[in-house]
């Protein structure tokens, strides 16, 4: 009964082993051989594959850990992380563009008629509604800091040096695939998702921030 | 597998015949470039364009490791070292030129040699596998080659790894750090240049390995050929070797001439004048665009100006670009008429051009600025591709009604023949 079972079930390797026993005397001998042991149709070394098998795979997963992770940025990377600038010789309504974490950063100083324009718009009317108090530091909010990476694919808009163009909003304009930003960074027009990124910062003085 | 008609390789010489018991590689050479292969007699010169893809990844290789003795893979020199090859190293010019052209020439033959595909439907069972693995080594392709043209350091290096990898970014919630990830960095720098240069070194030997499999599908059912009926019996087919040896050897001249003509009267025809500005991270090029090869896909990526459905823009226009290359994987399913060759195909053989001018749309757009009228072109181009492969292919397909087809390919070429005597007895 036991012996139909298993060329029903089919363990291939045991097949192929016993159809090339020459007589049937033999055959009945490596047919206990493989079976000693057996308790409840699992065989030992049916456990000890699995165990083994098992340990490897983990073993391997293991493995992989390091090897996906020495992609990330590594110790001296991150270490550029904080920056400082000095803000004092930006004029209402210029812009510098200095860099952090080696991605530019526009810092940016706004005139009254820009921060009006930016808190006149309804919060309905954004793709990533934010106010420009959101956006900038209580007491401060003539002080635009932003990431000077578009937030579509990355590239640098224009708009911080004298004479760049600002695009339809008088804000940040981006050639790259034509994203338009206002007053506040926010984007309004064209493929970006999201408002120019506010980098952490901090005010260490009045005339001073950090960023990072 | 072969046909039962093909000759055996029987080595004559006592070296041969030693060589054949302990390893068969001529054997292996006879029975896959040699006179041991049979081939459909009625190829014609669309058929090179396999031939001439491996002659251009050969190229690659070359040129490519002579240039990796040279070439220095640091942020601070890696522009230098370009510019040194160029000038201090002998005829460091010219394999640079080469390899740089030799990029193009490599997507020239490959693009031909996939609207080959398209035009007399090779994609076809039984050369399902021979397809999907052909899109494979395309997808490797553009990852080398888009790794290799960040390697020189200049503007569109930079700007070209700064928007490529910012695809990435457009995933929901896991997209930045997926970036950050493969930069090794917020922003491209040394470290992610490195990797691109390990990585631009070792994809091509993958694209080899590939390669081989595609010939090894390609050598079970035989190649097809411009009848697309299938081969019936021994005078359907001639031995590769001379046959074909000949023919792709006159082909592989006719390219190496262009190639040649391109690297030494006009290198830089095909590339763009800002890569000679060193890298700048602080301001992006006034236009970037990619190389010529990824415009039409550059132009699907910018069709998606508008958030649709819960989807933004950004997103869809990473998907549809991705998209555009993944329907290929589908094509052997979406085409279900059972005749292969557009001869026969009166209704798809005009859809097939209309999907070559739509191709071109679409790369023309991608060069130009994302501005009007560009934009809405390749918002309709974009969308026509599309349509091509989902909606029409399926339709045309179904409703076609097929001219009729000769009975073999030996019938097809001499009736090929009768229309020429007969043409030439009357003039
Ligand atoms: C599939 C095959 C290959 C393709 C499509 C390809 C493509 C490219 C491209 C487009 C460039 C930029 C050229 C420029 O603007 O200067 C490049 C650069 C480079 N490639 Fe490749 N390549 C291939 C194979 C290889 C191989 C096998 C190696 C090395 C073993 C290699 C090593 C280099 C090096 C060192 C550079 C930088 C030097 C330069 O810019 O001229 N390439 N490659
Ligand atoms: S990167 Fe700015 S619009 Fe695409």
């Not at chain 1, 009964?1 to 192929?16: F, Y």
């Not at chain 2, 040279?70 to 040194?84: I, K, L, M, P, T």
């Amino acid at each position: 009964m036991r012996r139909v079972l298993r060329a029903q079930t089919g363990r291939p390797g045991i097949r192929a082993n016993l159809s090339v026993q020459p007589c049937k005397g033999n055959r009945m001998a490596s047919e206990t051989n493989l079976n000693a042991g057996i308790e409840d149709g699992v065989r030992r070394r049916d456990f000890i594959n699995i165990a083994a098998v098992s340990f490897a795979g983990v073993g391997a997963a293991a493995v992989v850990l390091p090897l996906v992770n020495q992609m990330n940025p590594s110790a001296d990377v991150l270490a550029l992380s904080s920056t400082e600038i000095d803000i004092s010789a930006i004029q209402s309504g210029q812009a510098i563009k200095t860099s952090w974490r080696k991605q530019p950063v526009f810092v940016r100083n706004l005139t009254p008629v820009e921060i009006a324009e930016a808190n006149k718009v309804p919060l309905g009317d954004l793709r990533d509604p934010q106010t420009l108090a959101e956006r900038t530091k209580t007491g401060k909010e003539n002080w635009l800091i932003t990431l000077g990476v578009c937030t579509h694919l990355g590239c640098v808009p224009l708009g911080a040096a004298e004479g760049e163009p600002r695009g339809d909003f008088g804000g940040y304009f981006c050639p790259c695939h034509g994203s338009h930003y206002d007053t506040a960074a926010r984007i309004r027009k064209g493929p970006a998702p999201k408002n120019l990124t506010v980098p952490p910062y901090d005010f260490t003085s009045d005339t001073v921030v950090t960023i990072g | 597998m072969s046909f039962p008609w093909a000759k055996n390789y029987e080595p004559q010489q006592p070296l041969m015949k030693w060589l054949d018991e302990k390893l068969p590689l001529p054997r292996l050479v006879y029975n896959a470039v040699g006179a041991g292969y049979p081939v459909p007699r009625n190829l014609n010169y669309f058929w090179n364009f396999g031939v001439l893809a491996g002659a251009a990844l050969a190229i690659q290789i070359i040129t490519g490791i002579v240039l990796a003795m040279h070439y220095a893979a640091n942020a601070g020199v890696a522009f230098d070292s370009v510019e040194h090859i160029m000038r201090d190293v002998n005829a460091g010019w010219f394999i640079r030129y080469a390899h740089m052209n030799g990029a193009s020439m490599f997507f020239i033959v490959v693009y031909l040699h996939i609207f080959r595909g398209l035009y007399y439907g090779s994609y076809k069972a039984p050369r399902e596998m021979v397809w999907l693995l052909g899109v494979v080594i395309f997808l490797l392709m553009m990852a080398t080659a888009f790794m290799g043209y960040v390697l020189p350091w200049g503007q569109m290096s930079f700007w070209g790894a700064q928007v490529i990898t910012g695809f990435f970014s457009a995933i929901p919630v896991v997209g930045e750090p997926i970036r950050v990830w493969l930069l090794g960095g917020f922003a491209p720098d040394d470290a992610a240049l490195n990797r691109f240069f390990s990585l631009h070194y070792l994809l091509p030997f993958v694209i080899a390995g590939v390669v081989i499999l595609h010939i090894w599908a390609l050598h079970i059912p035989g190649s097809s050929n411009p009848t697309g009926i299938e081969v019936k019996d021994e005078q359907d087919t001639v031995p590769f070797h001379p046959y074909y040896t000949a023919k792709d050897g006159f082909g592989l001249g006719v390219f190496l001439l262009l190639f040649v003509a391109l690297t030494f009267f006009s290198p830089n025809l095909l590339g763009h004048a800002d890569n000679y500005i060193p890298a700048n991270p602080l301001s992006t090029p006034a236009h970037i665009v990619p190389e010529w090869y990824f415009w039409p896909f550059y132009a699907i990526l910018r069709a998606f100006t508008f958030n649709f459905l819960w989807i933004d823009a950004k997103l869809w226009g990473v998907i549809a670009m991705f998209a555009s290359i993944a329907l290929l994987f589908f094509l052997p399913w979406l085409d279900s008429s059972p005749v292969k060759s557009s001869t026969y195909r009166p209704l798809y053989r005009k859809f097939f051009w209309v999907l070559v001018v739509d191709v071109l749309i679409l790369g023309y757009c991608g060069k130009s600025p994302a501005e009007q009228p560009y934009v809405i072109m390749s918002q309709l181009a974009a969308a026509y591709y599309f349509a091509h492969f989902l909606i029409i292919l399926p339709i045309v397909s179904r409703i076609e009604r097929p001219a009729p087809m000769p009975n073999s390919i030996t019938e097809a070429v001499l009736a090929k023949h009768a229309d020429k005597s007969s043409a030439s007895a009357t003039a």
